[in-house]
């Protein structure tokens, strides 16, 4: 009798275990576009070529079931859903359908770039995602890409990465890594007051926690708002800037980590936030 408990027991933990591992299925889709644009005054050069490309892992189940709010999470924040409801109405449901809308949304911003008005379109191309640059100096192309993939999962909070990179010309583009959180048993987004008490607070606690040299730490203008893209990994919260927020350029994009111990410690936890790991 006392073995048949324990083999229950151990078959307990084991459901209980398998019942927090997240499982996400995911689609893969990539549109890219592209138009050739000229000086009025030198129709007969290469002109330039601007790109608009996109590419994703998008999330199509979680945990074996079709979640309406990770798919509206998802496509408001990459998207601005909200700022362009004519490509991207409030009824998108699968993979497909979506490709169709970022098609008509990428061949929109192609045409309607501000940056265009002083010039003449000439012709059109569609490269391959993966060849946007090779055919000509990257010098040559103002480009807009972005990138959308599972990041990684701590218990129920699933952590996806986009990343997007612009050029518009200049000596480098500019690039940022955002990190969208989502919990899978809660079906919903979590954002940052949803961990934190009090971001005065945490703002405050950054610094020390910036293992960089002084001379290249730029914390003067950095202010409550500004800490909003985070992740949480390895028991540590993990607030990550894009290149020239607190440093030069030539520091990449920099994640600045505090241990969940010490927010806690310092009564700077919700009580979602006190479940993390």
């Known amino acids: 009798m006392k073995k048949l408990f324990v083999i229950a027991m151990i078959l307990v933990a084991l459901c209980a275990h398998g019942a927090t591992k997240v499982q996400v299925k995911s689609q893969h889709f990539e549109v890219a576009d592209s138009i050739r644009f000229f000086e009025p005054e030198d129709l007969q050069g290469e002109g330039y070529k601007f790109v608009k490309a996109v590419s994703a892992d998008w999330p199509t189940t979680i945990n074996g079931n079709k979640s309406k709010a990770l798919n509206d999470f998802l496509i408001e924040d990459v998207f601005y859903a909200s700022h362009n409801p004519q490509f991207f109405p409030g009824n998108i449901n699968d993979v497909n359908t979506l490709t169709g809308c970022v098609k008509n949304w990428v061949n929109y911003i192609l045409h309607e770039n501000v940056m265009l008005d002083d010039y003449t379109i000439k012709d059109y191309g569609t490269p391959g995602l993966k060849d946007l640059n090779r055919e000509e100096n990257f010098m040559s192309c103002w480009c807009e890409f972005t990138d959308l993939k599972l990041s990684h999962m701590v218990g129920n909070l699933v952590f996806f990465v986009e990343y997007d990179e612009i050029y518009y010309g200049g000596v480098h583009p500019d690039f940022m890594y955002n990190y969208l959180a989502f919990d899978a048993a ?21 610094p020390k926690y910036d293992k960089r040299d002084k001379d290249v730490k730029w914390w003067d203008n950095i202010n409550e708002i500004d800490i909003d893209n985070f992740y949480i990994k390895d028991g540590n919260m993990v607030f990550s800037f894009a290149p020239y927020a607190i440093g030069p350029f030539s520091d990449g994009q920099i994640d600045v980590k505090v241990p969940l111990k010490t927010l806690k410690a ?10 993390l790991k």
């Open 186 to 206: 809660l079906d919903r987004p979590i954002r940052l007051d949803d961990i934190i008490t009090n971001r005065s607070k945490v703002l405050k606690l950054l």
């Open 266 to 275: 310092k009564g700077l936890l919700t009580a979602y936030g006190k479940k």
